[in-house]
């Protein structure tokens, strides 16, 4: 069965510090993606940041990258140099090749301190 | 860049009235869908649409229906609402894929929401 699970419900992180989100993911198909999105308090899902299963590299965008592991069957975002606007929850999700639809973790709420 | 809009940001409704959701994209999207998300049970997929006058149940379509007339439309109905329903709506699109692999244009783009009350 396919599942994303994100295993912290909370994070509270110093103004400037890196963080890193943890995520992992079960499929059996070869051809999968992996997603981090951001939701603020206003309810919008905002796309962060893309993975192929077939990447080579870790995808980056901007002060996000997403740390890769496939053997162990984890895409953890990491958020360099936090700012406030970070708060927010965070979800990992995952699409696969036998559906077009996406799956989502629980997510986690990150709060960054000033 | 992106949009995908949503007809309203905060909506109340009394139990028993039909509702309407509606969203709109404008990037040429052949996929659309319908999330709701609760506290404690995340983002949970209603109804998709393919293409025009194409619809697939989601994981919990019961008290829903669906309507796609136009490419750029997805609306949301709600019969008969219930205290239940009571929720946030979330509306995405993406680009249908081309080959048998995923890849990036699987993203889904949504739109800002709809907080729905039924009392």
């Known amino acids: 069965a396919q599942k994303i699970t994100q295993t912290q419900p909370g994070m509270f992180v110093q103004e400037k510090e890196a963080v890193t989100l943890d995520c992992t993911y079960d499929t059996s198909d070869q051809s999968y993606g992996l997603f981090w999105y951001k939701q603020p308090s206003s309810g919008e899902m905002i796309f962060l940041i893309y993975?192929?299963?077939?990447?080579?590299q870790n995808a980056t965008e901007g002060r996000y990258s997403l740390n890769f592991q496939k053997a162990r069957k984890s895409a953890n975002l990491v958020i360099s140099a936090s700012q406030l606007g970070d708060s927010a929850m965070y979800f990992c999700?995952?699409?696969?090749?036998?559906?077009?639809?996406?799956?989502f973790g629980s997510g986690t709420r990150l709060s960054i301190r000033p | 860049d992106v949009k995908v809009t949503q007809s309203s940001r905060y909506l109340v409704k009394r139990t028993g009235e039909k509702v309407f959701l509606e969203c709109v994209q404008d990037m040429d999207h052949e996929n659309m869908f319908w999330y709701r998300q609760d506290p404690g049970l995340g983002l949970r997929l209603i109804y998709f649409s393919y293409d025009v006058k194409m619809k697939e149940k989601g994981d919990i379509p019961e008290g829903y229906s669906v309507s796609r007339e136009k490419k750029e439309r997805f609306s949301l109905i709600l019969e008969s609402a219930s205290t239940n329903q009571t929720s946030m709506y979330l509306c995405?699109?993406?680009?249908?894929?081309?080959?048998?692999?995923?890849?990036?244009?699987?993203?889904?783009?949504f739109g800002p929401g709809t907080r729905l009350t039924v009392l």
């Open positions: 995405a699109s993406s680009f249908p894929r081309q080959v048998l692999r995923t890849s990036s244009t699987d993203t889904q783009y």
């Open positions: 999700a995952m699409v696969y090749s036998s559906a077009s639809k996406i799956i």
């Open positions: 993975q192929g299963s077939y990447d080579e």
